[in-house]
């Protein structure tokens, strides 16, 4: 049972989720939470899931939906932090613990940029975390 956004309770069976079917009950228990609550993450066998990944194992139009999201908005992030990036005149390899390839995966939006991340970015910047979350939010909603 796992528990996510507006405290909605869902029940996703361990054997649905390929990348859990394998793990030992040991294993199983041995999880994390993401600091953000985005995710729960089994380090020993580096596997992270999401509450949308979860919910879309029970409803499959779902996971299609959620899987365009998810993309679109990476997508649309990862271009206002590029943007920001340049207009700052910073580059790929002045961002203190994130290599110039996961910079670039972020802002092609092949993944979603974590808290660290944006942490990281926002120093980059000489910002602090909310004025470089306020930042990328006035980027994010230019037409």
Not at 118 to 125: N, V
Request: glycine share 4%; hydrophobic share 35%; proline share 4%.
């Amino acid at each position: 049972m796992v528990r996510g956004p507006c405290a909605k309770l869902i029940k996703v069976p361990v054997k649905q989720v390929r990348a859990l079917r394998e793990l030992t009950q040991t294993e199983l228990k041995h999880f994390e939470i993401d600091p953000d609550g985005a995710y729960i993450n089994w380090p020993r066998k580096d596997i992270h899931l999401g509450w949308e990944q979860l919910l879309a194992v029970i409803d499959e139009d779902l996971s299609e939906r959620i899987a365009k999201e998810n993309s679109d908005f990476n997508r649309r992030y990862g271009e206002a932090i590029r943007r920001c990036r340049q207009r700052a005149k910073i580059s790929t390899d002045r961002v203190k613990g994130l290599s110039p390839n996961e910079l670039k995966r972020i802002e092609t939006g092949m993944v979603r940029a974590s808290s660290t991340v944006l942490k990281s970015l926002a120093q980059a910047h000489q910002l602090t975390f909310s004025q470089y979350l306020d930042l990328l939010s006035k980027e994010t909603s230019k037409p």
